[in-house]
């Protein structure tokens, strides 16, 4: 995924407790004087999905990204049975991961699930945040529409997700074992050909196919207690199916706070791979605002 990404970065798995290590890499054309852009993957990826950003974003400050404990190439350790547990295992992991690698305070940008699990960081460590940007933020209204945005998931996927542990939805691809990447290549075509310009062969749906992911507790409901001098970016895609009123709807709780609501013409729930000028544009716009 990252063989054709323009820019030279630096690789490192960041070791945090109980033996645990988040693998990550660090963007920089030696700019060390702003403050740090760090990007969290979401459902079903890792940090390779940003490839189509990490050589625009790094151009005027340090970018890093790293996979998620229990995601792509980070450790996989056993994670509770309890929701709010689970939560506060992946912010820890955050929080370990940023005093290893001596970070004061960073920009901290989450897409869907990793918007849900940045804003859960910001809440508790609001002190280390210098601006939290949403990227089409899952795990907000009660129920989110996990339903691809460029084609409807079909039932019997649907079925199948009804089927699997609450705590872990992707299981069904290991559980497939030799057919899960099929698995994937139906469920999600979209990917490959978003990164079409990259990649000609099946790099993209194998690499989603490698990676897990764990659900979050509704997040909407929380927001408003986070710190009310902590500035907020929402970020959609104006042609994708999730609810974009999660902005309006952050808002309505931080009606003293700044919080904007960005929408990325042409694009769709993966909003990075689907326009990315435009959402690197916009990034290091919101990014600006800070130093």
Not at 168 to 194: C, H, M, T
Request: aromatic share 10%; net charge neutral; with cysteine.
């Amino acid at each position: 995924m990252l063989k054709c990404v323009p820019c030279i970065y630096k690789k490192e798995a960041v070791r945090i407790s109980n033996g645990n290590k988040i693998w990550t890499l660090k963007f920089s054309h030696n700019v060390s004087n702003k403050t740090p852009l760090v990007l969290l993957h979401g459902f079903g990826g890792g940090l390779g999905l940003w490839a189509l950003n990490f050589g625009d974003l790094c151009t005027n400050r340090p970018v890093y990204a790293f996979d998620l404990l229990g995601f792509g190439r980070s450790s996989r350790p056993m994670f509770d049975s309890d929701a709010e547990e689970v939560e506060n295992q992946f912010v820890e992991s955050i929080e370990e991961w940023r005093c290893a690698l001596g970070l004061d305070k960073v920009i901290l940008l989450g897409h869907n699930l990793g918007g849900f699990l940045a804003a859960a960081y910001s809440l508790k460590y609001p002190s280390r945040v210098s601006h939290l940007i949403l990227v089409e933020p899952w795990g907000f209204p009660e129920r989110p529409d996990l339903a691809d945005q460029d084609r409807p998931i079909p039932v019997w996927i649907r079925a199948l997700g009804a089927a699997l542990t609450p705590f872990n939805p992707l299981a069904g691809l290991r559980i497939a074992g030799p057919f899960g990447l099929s698995l994937v290549q139906r469920l999600r075509p979209d990917f490959k050909r978003k990164y079409s310009s990259m990649f000609e062969d099946d790099t993209v749906t194998e690499y989603i196919y490698h990676c897990n992911v764990q659900t979050p507790r509704p997040m909407l409901q929380r927001i408003g207690k986070m710190d009310p001098d902590l500035p907020v970016s929402v970020i959609y895609g104006a042609r994708s199916c999730i609810d974009g009123s999660s902005g309006t709807s952050i808002q309505s709780v931080r009606p003293h706070s700044y919080v904007r609501t960005i929408a990325i013409l042409g694009a769709g729930h993966y909003v990075y791979a689907d326009q990315p000028e435009d959402f690197n544009h916009k990034v290091k716009e919101i990014c600006d605002t800070v130093d």
